[in-house]
Nanobody, 121 residues
Framework: VQLVESGGGLVQPGGSLRLSCSAS????????IGWFRQAPGKEREGLSC????????WAADSVKGRFAISRDNPKNTVYLEMMSLRPEDTAIYYC???????????????WGQGTQVTVSP
């Protein structure tokens, strides 16, 4: 499934953004979806994942309580609601189908273009 990330931008510390991960076609609802990010000079890391029907979610400790993942299958979209943003959240954010966590972040190689999030005064 081909995924496209959107919703990034420039935000002040403490602000919020909602990222979207969208796809076309009928198979989207059958896929688990993961969100990842890569900051300049750092390895890509796994942030959060959601099961195909939205019942199961996981979040990394670094974003737990600040980022919330959800999905709207009729709209073929998974969202990442990001709150209380910090400068260290500055990164390119990616989504991927059927991938979750740091291990997937290291070994998966079919990433899309991602969406840039910059947190700065």
């Amino acid at each position: 499934v081909q995924l496209v990330e959107s919703g990034g931008g420039l935000v002040q510390p403490g602000g919020s953004l909602r990222l979207s991960c969208s796809a076309s076609g009928d198979s989207f609802r059958t896929h688990n979806i993961g969100w990842f990010r890569q900051a300049p000079g750092k390895e890509r890391e796994g942030l959060s994942c959601i099961g195909h029907n939205g019942d199961d979610t996981w979040a990394a400790d670094s974003v737990k309580g600040r980022f919330a993942i959800s999905r709207d299958n009729p709209k073929n979209t998974v969202y990442l609601e990001m709150m209380s943003l910090r400068p260290e959240d500055t990164a390119i954010y990616y989504c991927a189908a059927d991938r979750c966590g740091d291990d997937a972040a290291r070994h998966y190689d079919d990433w899309g273009q991602g969406t840039q999030v910059t947190v700065s005064p």
